[in-house]
Antibody, heavy 119, light 107 residues
Framework: QVQLQESGPRLVKPSQTLSLTCNVA??????????WSWVRQSAGTGLEWIGR???????SYNPSLKGRVAISADTAQNQFSLKLTSVTAADTAVYFC???????????WGQGTLVTVSS | DIQMTQSPSSLSASVGDRVTITCRAS??????LNWYQQKPGKAPKLLMY???RLQSGVPSRFSGSGSGTEFTLTITSLQPDDCATYYC?????????FGRGTKLDLK
């Protein structure tokens, strides 16, 4: 059973960088045809897919984030990370990490972590 | 980008009722349509994938249908544990978009 767990600062100041890490247990992020994604949820925008990385390190991002996002992986630590730059209050949301197999749905999710952007 | 539109946005029903939620895509997504259930403070839970395939462990009272642009999620006999918000999501093309949700509660 794969388990995902988000970690990182819960409060970020406007214009700074939001950084989160997703630790994966019960499966290697470097094996199989899986994609490791970040999804966020806020009252304003609902559920929004942020981007993903695969086992070859290839990334894909939601254009709505206008180049502010970067996802990377650390296979030695079996975790992947999200960086979102130049944050504003609109980036306040619950951030989830999740796994998908190719074009398949998100079958495993982390519990989510609320990140608030405020001075 | 593909827009996903769910209806209704909220729904009240009684235990034992048949409940149907609709999801429409702004363009054809074949059967790359998934349904999730989310309870307060929890992550979404996968219920159905590929429009009509039941995820392992999900009760058989849940079913899905549709292809192209119109899809439905049906609960044949509503149970108290089914009170939650339901989301559709397309996995046809990036960016992978979600509907705005249907909140289901007991009448």
């Amino acid at each position: 059973q794969v388990q995902l767990q988000e970690s990182g600062p819960r409060l970020v100041k406007p214009s700074q960088t939001l950084s989160l890490t997703c630790n994966v247990a019960g499966g290697s992020i470097s094996s199989g045809a899986y994609y490791w994604s970040w999804v966020r949820q806020s009252a304003g925008t609902g559920l929004e897919w942020i981007g993903r990385i695969n086992n070859r390190g290839e990334t894909s991002y939601n254009p709505s984030l206008k180049g502010r996002v970067a996802i990377s992986a650390d296979t030695a630590q079996n975790q992947f990370s999200l960086k979102l730059t130049s944050v504003t209050a609109a980036d306040t949301a619950v951030y989830f990490c999740a796994r998908a197999l190719g074009p398949s749905p998100f079958d495993f999710w982390g519990q989510g972590t609320l990140v608030t952007v405020s001075s | 980008d593909i827009q996903m539109t769910q209806s209704p946005s909220s729904l009240s029903a009684s235990v034992g009722d048949r409940v149907t939620i609709t999801c429409r895509a702004s363009q054809s997504i074949n059967t790359f349509l998934n349904w999730y259930q989310q309870k307060p403070g929890k992550a979404p839970k996968l219920l159905m994938y590929a429009a009509s395939r039941l995820q392992s462990g999900v009760p058989s009272r849940f079913s899905g249908s549709g292809s192209g642009t119109e899809f439905t999620l049906t609960i044949t006999s509503l149970q108290p544990d089914d009170c939650a918000t339901y989301y559709c999501q397309q996995s046809y093309s990036s960016p992978y978009s979600f509907g705005r949700g249907t909140k289901l509660d007991l009448k």
